[in-house]
């Protein structure tokens, strides 16, 4: 087994050619070699997890604690957070095995609170008349029976318990995981094995609509989408379904800055979405596209913009510790937004912020930043942006 820590030189290791070209694509790994022939040192970038390599285990550990990563995604997946991190996860020592536990365990209390059921409608083939009797349908057959009839079922055969399932599939025949965690997912399996399996289960699960009706499943089936992404890697080559569980750090990272600010100021997703693709532009020729990671639109103008960094503030500049090139992008959000004020976030380490007033029209750029391995980086976020928001 090789155990590695993100953006962290490991010790020398003999790798065949396949092995580093997919720690490079699915881990964003670099190699240097090493002084003993044949063998490289191994520094992964931002993707952190599990996956089997070619027979070989390889768990990558991220800068802050596992178990500070999974509160992280469990507030993503569950704002108002109900599900117990520290039971689910107790045991685990790797991160793709805590992060299912995490899943497992969020099934389990959604099934304990009670089974999600709802109509659906089905056509089938019947020797008796119950439902709605398709006629051009029966007429084309050669014989009066069977009779094609349309009917409703309410039963637990349900996209939510399907999305569920999918995800429960997917822990089962994933070889980076335990026997353990395999086996407390067959377990909850049961409840949802006889569910219609799903083509495309993070589709079924986006178009979910969410109510009272269903609102306890709303945490699971969003870990489940979580989970199933970690699964799938994208690089220049395409996309992989990789054996075992790969976390883009900046991209969670992100999306729990969004979903922090989203809940704390009552927004909605149409409010804050996840994406503004193809809705503001630096220019009036709409040749520069910008898509700022955070932003609240009020009526037909913005009322907040703001982007996220997951790295580590540098404080060997003169003038500032944020990057340049991010105080160049934050200035083209405002630009383009028309706003006085924006806010640039830097998830790493607690530091001083500051702020930069920008030549002549005065516009400023508040930069923060929030230390991810601390036990209150929820409201430290909050307390920093609010005051600036």
Known sequence: ????????????VCLSASQRRKLKDWFGANFVPAEEPGKVHI???????????????????????????????AETADPYGWLDVDAATTSQQDLDDALAALFVRSCQQTF???????????????????????????????????VTVETDLFDDDTPENQVLAAALRH????????PRTKQEAHHV????????????????????????????????????????????????????????????MPRVIEQWVRVTLRTAWGL????????????????RGRRVELQPDLGVRSGSGWAFVGDVKYRILSTTSRKTGANRNDIYQMLAYLTATGLADGVLVYAGI?????????????QKIHIISVDLSAENSRSMLLNKVGIHA
């Open 350 to 362: 607690e530091t001083p912020g500051e702020v930069i007033t920008i030549g002549s029209s005065e």
């Open 171 to 178: 822990i089962r025949r994933t070889p980076s995981l335990s």
């Open 43 to 73: 520094i992964p970038g931002s993707r952190v997890g599990g996956a089997i390599v070619d027979g070989l285990k390889v768990s990558i550990a991220p800068k802050v604690p596992i178990q500070r990563l999974l509160t992280i995604i």
């Open 1 to 12: 087994m090789l155990q590695l820590t993100e953006h962290s030189q490991s010790d020398p």
């Open 112 to 146: 304990e609170r009670g089974m999600q059921r709802s109509y659906r409608r089905v056509r089938q083939q019947s020797d008796f008349v119950r439902g709605k009797l398709l006629l051009p349908q029966t007429i084309r057959q050669f014989t009066p029976v069977p």
């Open 189 to 248: 399996y049961r409840n949802v094995r006889h569910v219609q399996p799903l083509r495309d289960p993070l589709t079924t699960a986006q178009n979910i609509v969410w109510t009272r009706h269903n609102q306890w499943y709303q945490q699971a089936v969003s870990l489940a989408v979580l989970l199933l992404s970690f699964g799938r890697v994208h690089h220049d080559l395409g996309q992989d379904t990789i054996p075992g569980f790969v976390i883009d």
């Open 268 to 283: 909605t997703h149409h409010d804050m979405p996840d994406s503004w693709k193809n809705v503001l532009w630096l220019d």
